[in-house]
């Protein structure tokens, strides 16, 4: 049920009432047709070109990225959302790990030595410039969960104090495929790695090692690589992040068999053990030790931020989101060392400024505020959206919802909309009301085991309670049809998703981009002009935040 802002009590608007009023509304109209797949284009090259240095939070190519949005901003004639400023401060912390960093496991008279990079990827969120395990004993922990609402306890009985647990990637309910265990083939958050490490840094382990396997995990090794070396990026707690476990990070399957195989045991059969509600942790028999030397950087990131008042309700926001990070320069490569991250995330952020571009086009203001909200360090855990999710700028029971842009769609016009996590939040209805303006319809996301819900910035909104939507792209191309649409992604994913190799490529068809943007603003623009708050629906986990927020208004 929607909240009210302007009387006692909660409504629903009627669909078909605002479609037929939308139909009049020559402004709306104007304003699509304002959208430019030439200027997103040009922007996304800017954006993704050598010249900004893989846009790395804190490095030379941050300051060249934040400088340009902000400039964009204000020639569109943006407010500042930040007082006067375009920027908020985000103080962040970079841990850079040594590459010579190598696991040594010993027990039953032998021991095996894994080498970083290739074996193993590993780190430390402890804001320390040395870290170790050493002689720590090794632990499989399942999937390494504490659900009670599920029944679901992994670490029952079985003491990790100061020892190194290993646990899988996902859900039980994704390997059973069982739609009675968790959600089925539906990731929660407990199938997330972040959930994984903070739940082993509770029940007090030293060490956490999550196996990685590209089905459960959604991309291959070449991509924990990427992401997990150079600097790790993150916010920093008022004890240096000393609650988090000493040693994070994955080991291959090929890591994992090989250890399970030293400790005289069936990794497989372990595996499908860790399925079952009765799983007990296993002592593997061996130990861990592993020495960390990091460099350690304090610096300040800045999330772009710009805003458009509205005329009658300016306190009430509507936001619409992307990350214009990406993961930097690796002098360590070979070859090409700049991770241009074209896709990932040029196009969001080139579809932010599209937006603001047509709000601006707009004669008269919409009543409530738009707020235009582009955010550091996505690629390093969320961290420019959690911290504005930690200290909102404008208060979150006056933000009617987040719009989130992550990955536009380059490959043409489709017939259908993708909603990352369908049916979370009455913004679906919103969606759907836009999609018949372009005789397209809503479809759930096709590998909800991947966990895409969990994995972009607007997750740091729901978290806090604010109704957020995550749109992809479309599956079923109006000429290709799906089965090409999926063969293309099952490439990039392989070849280009988080490697140097996402760059702008001039057969690009952005046309699809911009029928996106289009029913982005046609969901944005009707927002800004109503009076109600969008909720969760029933059973979601963010529904009694906002209920408990709204409810304090």
């Known amino acids: 049920m929607r909240f009210d802002s302007s009387a006692v009590g909660m409504r629903l608007i009627p669909l078909a009432a605002w479609t037929l009023a939308a139909c009049g509304d020559a402004q709306l109209d104007a304003a699509l047709d304002s959208f430019s797949a030439d200027e997103l284009a040009a922007d996304i090259q800017v954006l993704a070109s050598d010249e900004f240095e893989g846009r790395g939070p804190s490095s030379h190519g941050e300051e060249k990225t934040v400088t340009f949005l902000a400039e964009e901003l204000q020639k569109l004639g943006v407010d500042p959302g930040n007082g006067d400023s375009y920027f908020q401060d985000v103080p962040l912390v970079s841990i850079t790990t040594d590459p010579s960093a190598t696991l040594t496991v010993r027990g039953n008279g032998a021991t095996h030595m894994f080498d970083y990079g290739r074996e193993i990827m590993v780190w430390t969120k402890r804001v320390v410039a040395n870290t170790s395990v050493i002689n720590s004993p090794l632990v499989f922990v399942g999937y390494g969960t504490v659900a009670p609402e599920y029944g679901w306890n992994d670490y029952e009985g079985v003491d990790v104090q100061g020892k190194t647990v290993v646990m899988l990637v996902n859900d039980p309910g994704f390997a059973t495929k069982d739609p009675e265990l968790f959600n089925g083939n539906t990731m929660t958050y407990y199938g997330r790695w972040t959930y994984k490490f903070e739940e082993a840094a509770r029940q007090g382990a030293a060490g956490v090692l999550i196996v990685h396997e590209t089905e459960p995990a959604a991309y291959p090794w070449g991509t924990v690589q990427g992401s997990w070396s150079g600097p790790q990026f993150a916010l920093v707690a008022e004890d240096n992040n000393m609650g988090r476990a000493a040693i994070e990070g994955w080991i291959a399957v090929e890591t994992a068999r090989t250890m399970f195989q030293h400790a005289g045991l069936d990794f497989e059969a372990l595996k499908q053990s860790a399925t079952s509600r009765d799983f007990e942790a296993v002592p593997l028999g061996l130990t861990a030790s ?61 579809g932010l400024l599209e937006l603001a571009e047509a709000f601006m086009s707009l004669e008269e203001r919409p009543a409530r505020s738009i707020l235009f909200l582009a955010v550091t360090a996505e690629e390093q855990g969320l961290l420019g959206s959690a911290y504005y999710g930690s200290n909102p700028l404008y208060p979150l029971d006056k933000t009617v919802a987040a719009i989130n842009m992550d990955a536009m769609n380059i490959l043409g016009s489709m017939n259908d909309v993708v909603v990352i996590g369908l049916g979370n939040s009455e913004l679906d209805e919103y969606l759907a009301d836009a999609a018949r303006s372009q005789q397209r319809v809503l479809v759930p996301d096709a590998e909800p085991q991947a966990g895409y819900y969990y994995r972009s910035d607007h997750f740091s909104l729901a978290k806090v309670g604010v109704p957020a939507l995550y749109a992809g792209e479309g599956t079923d191309h109006v000429e290709h049809g799906t089965e090409w649409t999926q063969e293309w992604r099952d490439q990039y994913l392989a070849e280009n998703y988080h490697k140097p190799s996402d760059e702008y490529s001039d057969d690009w068809d952005l046309s699809g981009a911009i029928d996106d943007l289009r029913l982005y603003f046609r969901i944005g623009y009707r927002l800004a002009n109503e009076s109600t708050f969008p909720n969760w629906s029933e059973g979601t986990e963010f529904k009694a935040t906002r209920d408990a927020m709204m409810a304090e208004r």
């Open 290 to 350: 592993l020495a960390l030397r990091n460099t350690i950087v304090r610096s300040t990131s800045r999330n772009v931020v710009a805003r458009i008042p509205g005329n009658e309700r300016p306190d009430e926001h509507v936001i619409y989101m992307a990350h214009w990070d990406h993961l930097g320069i690796d002098r360590s490569l070979q070859g090409d060392q700049i991770y241009n991250g074209a896709l990932d995330n040029a196009t969001g952020t080139a």
